[in-house]
Structure formats: C-alpha cells, structure tokens
C-alpha cells in the first residue's frame, strides 16, 4: 500500500515558510491557485488564453516517437530520447496538441514563461514565494514525465486536468538505478526503473523503493512542494493538461555547478580501494556536508584556513586552486592571478 502525503488546505506565505518549507517531505496543498484565472476555464478557453499572452518566441514541441505512447524517456539504446523535437510558437504547439488524436503524446515541456508568456505571472501570482521565483509551463496530451530528481525545491500547480504524482525519497538512489545523465531527457537523473512494467530482474532493488512509494492525485487548483532531491514521476491523465511550476532555492549556493563538483571527485576517488574512499567519504561529511557540526569551531576565525570552508569573497582563489590542478591535465593553464 502506498505511503500517504501529507495534505493541507491553501495556506499563507509565512505558514508555508515556517510549516512546510523545511520538513523535507512533500506537502499537497490543495485549492492554492483554485483563484487564478485561469484555472476552471475549459481546454479550449484555456488555449486561447494562453496564446492571448503568447510572445511568438519559439520553443521546442515534443513529439511522441512511434510506440512511446506519451512515455517520454530514454531511447531504447540510451544515446538520446525517445522523442522528437519541432521548434515553434507557443501557439503553432498549442494548435498542434488540441488538433489530436495523438496516441504517441505532444508535449510543451518546461518553457519559461518569461520567455513565452511574460505577463502572465502577473495575472498568476504564487503566493508562496517571492517574484523573482519564474514559472515555467508543461502543457501536452496524457504524457508521463519519467522518475527523476532535481538540483532544487518545486512548487507544481495543476491548471488543467489531473496529475498522478509519485514520489521517491532521496535515500532511494541505488533503487532507482539513473541512466547516463548526457542523454537525460530534460537534462535531469532519470530513473530507468519502470513504473507501470517494472522489471525486478535487472532492477530488483526497485521492488525496495516501490515499497516506499507515495502516490497522490491533483486537480485543476491543487498544488503540491517537491522537497530538494526527491524523486517524482507524474503523468498527466486528462485528453488535455497544463501544470506550471516554480523550482527554487532557499538559499542560493555560490556556485551553480553541482555536477562538476561530482565529476572532479570522481576523477579524484574512482581508483582508491574501498578504505581509500572511506576515508575520503569520512572527509566529505566532516568538512563539506558538516555531519558533525563546525569543522573548525576548535580553532580561532583567523586559523581556521581551507578545512574551516571558503570565506566569503574568497570563492576566486578557490576556484584559481582548481584551475591550476585540472588546466595543464587538459592542456589549458589558469590566467595569471592579480
């Protein structure tokens, strides 16, 4: 049986940032946006409204490869997608979707709005989160978007039809079993685990996660908070669907670069034995992810040095350090320091 999640009525700004923001589980907050204009108007209403607000900057429409039946994933080999791509207008992509049937699913994926739709924030304000917080639009026929994680929080609010959200915690990552992040669809972690089919052969520690799993439906107004790393799938089932979401940070990190960070220690840590990498996983969460408190808190401000992390305004030097190590492996040499 799934797990549930946790549901509450609207709530404030404030309520949210005090009850929600930072309990690291997902949060359904039904009715939220149930006042957007928007939100109620039948699909064709809902269309033209949209193309009302509509810039004319192209945008890339998703079209279902034969047999992927709105599943949009991986190609079966995992060098690309199982999908095609048109450029066009938000509109020319609206008329496109709403002209079915459509069996293998058209998609407008994660088009910013700014971008697409700059006054339409305006006329749709999220009351949870500052403006500096962009929307982006996910409107298509009945199309899935595969398990994955995201470097950020998320805030998903449903417009029109409905959408089954499946959740994962983070701890679930050896569960999932990722494909290669370069031919990620959308450019996230996707899970190769299949929901719907899952294979428990080559992937027999999904049968753990589904264990874990939560499920829950949102309705035109409904809105639910994805917590930082939590894994979702969400399928859109009506003919017709729009979601817009907000992904955000609490607080922002001085470098937006996670996966290079990654990439660095894998090329630093893969060839260690076992106790090698213990030791350095020991490290990690000592000094970089603070398991035990202040590294440094033993030592005076102006002692504590690299191990006491980067000082403020210190992220150059930082950032030079590591230019001098990789430039000359790649053939590059970092400019000189001033």
Not at 43 to 52: G, M, P, R, W
Not at 210 to 225: E, H, P
Request: with cysteine; glycine share 10%; hydrophobic share 40%.
């Amino acid at each position: 049986m799934d797990k549930t999640v946790r549901e509450t009525n609207a709530l404030s700004r404030s309520e949210f940032e005090t009850q929600i923001l930072h309990g690291g589980v997902p949060v359904v907050m039904r009715g939220l946006v149930a006042d957007w204009p928007s939100v109620g108007q039948s699909a064709d209403a809902l269309f033209q409204t949209l193309k009302s607000y509509d810039s004319g900057a192209l945008q890339g429409t998703l079209i279902g490869q034969r047999g992927t039946a709105g599943q949009f994933h991986y190609a079966p080999d995992l060098r690309g997608q199982n999908y095609n791509q048109i450029g066009e207008s938000l509109s020319a992509g609206l008329d496109r979707i709403s002209s079915g049937p459509h069996p293998d699913g058209v998609y407008i994926q994660s088009i910013p709005l700014d971008v697409h739709m700059p006054n339409f924030a305006r006329d749709h304000p999220m009351p949870l989160l500052p403006d500096t917080a962009a929307p982006r639009a996910w409107i298509g026929t009945p199309t899935t978007v595969q398990t994955h994680m995201d470097q950020s929080q998320n805030i998903a609010c449903v417009l029109l039809g409905e959408r089954e959200v499946t959740l994962f915690s983070p701890e679930q990552l050896p569960n999932l079993y990722p494909g290669p992040l370069e031919t990620a669809p959308g450019g996230a972690i996707v899970s190769l685990a299949d929901l719907d089919k899952p294979d428990f052969t080559k992937h027999p520690g999904f049968a753990q996660a589904l264990d874990t799993k939560m499920t829950v439906t949102l309705s035109a107004g409904d809105a639910i908070f994805i917590p930082y790393g939590w894994w979702h799938h969400i399928r859109a089932t009506s003919p017709l669907n729009m979601l817009i979401n907000y992904w955000f940070l609490s607080e922002h990190p001085r470098l937006d670069t996670p996966y290079a960070a990654l990439a660095i220690a894998m090329l630093c840590f893969d060839r260690l034995d076992d106790n090698a990498r213990g030791v350095w996983s020991n490290l990690f969460n000592h000094y970089v992810f603070r398991k035990n408190g202040d590294p440094m808190g033993h030592v005076s401000d102006q002692t504590r040095g690299l191990l006491g992390g980067i000082p403020e305004g210190q992220e150059a030097n930082a950032i030079m350090e590591v230019l001098s190590v990789l430039g000359p492996l790649v053939g590059l040499n970092p400019p000189p320091r001033k």
